[in-house]
């Protein structure tokens, strides 16, 4: 959780310092409100992880207690393993750390930082369209039954 919300923070600052170079009055008005930008970002990811992982773990049919314990679980997990990694010398707390290591640079390019920044909504999307998809889908199937069944039904009475 602490790690993508600072790979979000080198992404925003990334993508606006770019934006700043073709519009800087849009970049520059953005800059002042990058705390507000990377929190919709962290909150795009933790909607789709919370809502995501759940169902690949537990399925459509959940309880909203169980759904909350492994969303705990998740993010109990996530700080743990963040201080595991500190405790081998590499804090990710400190930005300092984060930005000199690979990963800094390679959020410090445009159009990974624009790509990784719009995954959370990629995902929301692909998921509403392949559960758009599979409801005409099934749809499509109860048409095809009940029209087989009136057939088979008025064949019968004849």
Not at 11 to 38: C, E, F, Q
Not at 62 to 81: G, Y
Not at 121 to 138: E, G, L, S, V
Request: with cysteine.
């Amino acid at each position: 959780m602490v790690s993508y919300q600072l790979f979000t923070q080198i992404a925003v600052t990334t993508v606006i310092a770019a934006l700043n170079l073709y519009l800087p009055y849009a970049g520059a008005w953005l800059a002042g409100r990058v705390d507000m930008i990377v929190f919709i970002y962290a909150f795009a990811w933790v909607f789709v992880l919370s809502s995501i992982i759940p169902q690949i773990i537990l399925g459509k049919e959940r309880s909203v207690f169980i759904q909350f314990l492994v969303c705990l679980i998740i993010t109990m997990t996530a700080f743990i393993v963040i201080d595991v990694v500190k405790g081998y010398g590499y804090d990710l707390s400190d930005p300092t750390t984060v930005y000199s290591a690979w990963y800094g640079t390679l959020f410090s390019n445009p159009i990974f930082a624009a790509l990784y920044l719009s995954l959370p909504y990629i995902f929301m999307f692909a998921i509403d369209w392949r559960c758009r998809k599979k409801k005409k889908q099934n749809e499509k199937i109860d048409k095809m039954t009940n029209n087989y069944l009136n057939h088979h039904i008025s064949n019968s009475e004849h």
